[in-house]
């Protein structure tokens, strides 16, 4: 009969025991050869995978768990009459350690939300902003001036183009658009926009 608080311990023979008998086993006999393999082997290895892991706990513990499980998966294949499992258990940690660092060089490093929070955005407002600038600029412009400039540069129509749809000569245009230009650059620099 089992005393209290000795469940998931063998009666007798412990881990070697556990590992000769036959395959299938029993779940309880499952249960009993992990035990042993954590009651074992957990604090050496966990020694052992710290140091490969430059001292991560948490990814020691990983790499440990995956280690046990790949012992416990590996059952029928371990010797029973070994010494120790622990070289065992150090080749498999050792490869499931490199097998992480593979796979986290592979992929690039994850970064958490805070960098794009820091990531300068396009403000639709400045847009919004700069045309008003530009279209107070424009107003403050003589009709004529505003007239010309709308039809050559709103528009894109050409110089002849502008001076058949407003009825002026060509040279007239040329002139106006020269000036209207001037006049906005000033409109604009006394609005604090520089180009």
């Known amino acids: 009969m089992a005393m209290p608080g000795t469940v998931g311990r063998p009666t007798g023979g412990?881990?070697?025991n556990l590992l000769r008998r036959p395959r299938p086993v029993r779940a309880d006999d499952d249960e009993r050869l992990v035990a042993e393999l954590y009651r074992e082997y957990h604090r050496p290895l966990l020694t052992f995978v710290l140091r490969l892991t430059a001292g991560d706990r948490q990814w020691a513990?990983?790499?440990v768990q995956e280690t046990m499980v790949r012992a416990w998966r590996s059952a029928d294949r371990l010797d029973a009459t070994t010494a120790s499992l622990m070289p065992w258990l150090?080749?498999?940690?050792r490869r499931i350690v490199i097998d992480n660092r593979r796979h986290r060089d592979v992929r690039p490093p994850e970064v958490g939300d805070g960098a794009l929070e820091n990531v300068p955005m396009a403000d639709?407002?400045?847009g919004l902003l700069h045309k008003v600038v530009v279209a107070e600029a424009l107003n403050a412009l003589s009709p004529a001036h505003r007239e010309v400039l709308t039809?050559?540069?709103l528009r894109d129509?050409?110089?002849n183009q502008a001076a058949e749809v407003l009825g002026i000569p060509v040279g007239t245009v040329k002139s106006r658009v020269y000036y209207a230009l001037r006049a906005l650059r000033v409109a604009l620099e006394e609005r604090g926009v520089t180009a």
């Open 151 to 153: 039809e050559t540069v």
């Open 90 to 93: 150090a080749t498999v940690a």
């Open 14 to 16: 412990g881990l070697r």
């Open 124 to 126: 639709e407002m400045d």
């Open 157 to 159: 129509r050409t110089v």
């Open 61 to 63: 513990e990983d790499v």
